[in-house]
């Protein structure tokens, strides 16, 4: 069976695009499920990306990823900063877990600083804008492999 990643997106990322482009860029959430689509077809994978302003919806994905999905790609959005819950569901999932943010948190407030997904992510990737998620892709195309 084809192995299918989950690419979770938290709030606000429904506006990507449009939301704070100078910090954000102009793709758009849909640009960046055809990035991700190119990359899971080079490593013949299936790729599913959703987006939620709900935390409890966002678990929900967590958890059907532990029936069907192989690995999962989050960007938490601010949830990053704050969900022990989000966390909780992730420790839940047996498979590869990659953290991306499109901005540099780094560089940002320091309340961005911290993440609690960190804690579970097999790795991150931020500031890279939009192309962080293909990137993601590609390392859990090898990690799959
Ligand atoms: C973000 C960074 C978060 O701090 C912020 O709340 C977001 C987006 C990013 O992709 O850079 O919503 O996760």
Redesign the pocket.
Same mark, same amino acid.
């Given at each position: 069976m084809t192995k299918k990643i989950y690419i979770l997106n $938290?709030? &606000?990322?429904n506006l990507l695009g449009k939301r704070q482009p100078e910090?954000?860029g102009h793709d758009t959430l849909a640009d960046v499920e055809a990035s991700c689509r190119k990359v899971a077809d080079e490593f013949g994978l299936d790729c599913v990306l959703l987006q939620s302003n709900h935390e409890g919806a966002i678990i929900d994905w967590i958890h059907a990823a532990r029936e069907d999905g192989a690995g999962i790609v989050i &960007?938490? $959005?601010?949830?990053? %900063?704050t969900s022990v819950a989000i966390l909780d569901a992730l420790n839940t999932f047996e498979g590869p877990v990659l953290e991306? %943010?499109?901005? &540099?948190?780094h560089k940002?407030e320091s309340f961005?600083h911290h993440s609690y997904v960190s804690l579970r992510a097999e790795g991150v990737i931020? $500031?890279f804008g939009v192309e $962080?998620y293909a990137l993601a892709m590609r390392r859990m195309g090898s990690l799959l492999g």
């Open positions: $938290g709030p &606000n990322l910090i954000y &960007n938490p $959005g601010a949830f990053t %900063h991306v %943010h499109i901005s &540099n948190v940002r961005r931020a $500031g $962080g």
